[in-house]
């Protein structure tokens, strides 16, 4: 069975432009989560959406937002991108509703930001 | 910030049993613990979560005390592959949730031949 799919694999961008990262859930996962991680540290929660709602969000600024569609799958948009923007940014998803933390993540869009 | 503490790095001979611990003094009764690990490169992955009963399955077994206070994740017979950063997350289950996982800085395991 595929697993969580991301895109792309690698992106690199200049400061201010914008950002726009793909994730495909794994069939029949209701629920994507985002998370930004930078080298050396552990990841941090961005957003959580199920039923194509927002359910969670965390610390970031508003220059993050997402979305999700009628097939599940899911967006991230970063605008005005900052030299700090550059991480990793990895997708999860998981059934939902109980199984929120049962997260099945996948191989991450690293992104640059010159 | 995490509401788990854990070693910074742990080494294990290769075959032998791997025995990560993890704090959590301050858990709530509604909150489980979870064990994720990364390797290099990859994406995390899930291993086993449990509540305050001990836990099993495939990839590893979940120790929790009595008072929940704390957890060990034993990983049975270590091999290479298993080097990774372990992540100890707390957090509840259920409608109360919103998937959101609290990472931590993790325990960096070297498996060693």
């Known amino acids: 069975d595929a697993g969580v799919t991301q895109s792309p694999t690698h992106l690199i961008k200049t400061r201010g432009q914008q950002v726009t990262l793909r994730c495909s859930p794994i069939?029949?996962?209701?629920?994507v989560s985002w998370y930004q991680q930078v080298l050396g540290q552990g990841p941090q929660f961005i957003f959580q959406?199920?039923?194509?709602?927002?359910?969670g969000r965390g610390n970031f600024p508003d220059r993050f937002s997402a979305r999700q569609f009628p097939n599940y799958s899911s967006e991230l948009n970063v605008n005005a991108l900052l030299l700090g923007d550059s991480a990793l940014y990895l997708c999860?998803?998981?059934?939902?509703?109980?199984?929120?933390?049962?997260?099945?993540f996948g191989p991450g869009t690293r992104l640059t930001v010159l | 910030d995490a509401k788990t503490t854990q070693p910074p790095s742990m080494d294990c001979a290769e075959g032998r049993a791997a025995n990560l611990p993890c704090n959590h003094s301050?858990?709530?009764?509604?909150?489980?613990v979870y064990w994720y690990r990364q390797i290099h490169s990859q994406g995390p992955q899930y291993i086993i979560h449990?509540?305050?009963n001990n836990e099993t399955n495939e990839m590893a077994s979940l120790i929790i005390t009595e008072d929940r206070k704390s957890s060990t994740l034993i990983l049975p017979h270590a091999t290479l592959r298993d080097t990774a950063v372990y992540y100890c997350?707390?957090?509840?289950?259920?409608?109360?949730?919103?998937?959101?996982?609290?990472f931590g800085q993790g325990t960096t395991l070297q498996v060693k031949p």
């Open positions: 959406y199920y039923e194509k709602e927002e359910r």
């Open positions: 301050t858990i709530s009764g509604n909150e489980y």
């Open positions: 997350i707390s957090s509840p289950k259920g409608s109360s949730n919103t998937g959101k996982l609290i």
């Open positions: 069939s029949g996962h209701k629920s």
């Open positions: 449990g509540l305050k």
């Open positions: 999860a998803s998981s059934l939902g509703l109980v199984s929120y933390n049962e997260q099945f």
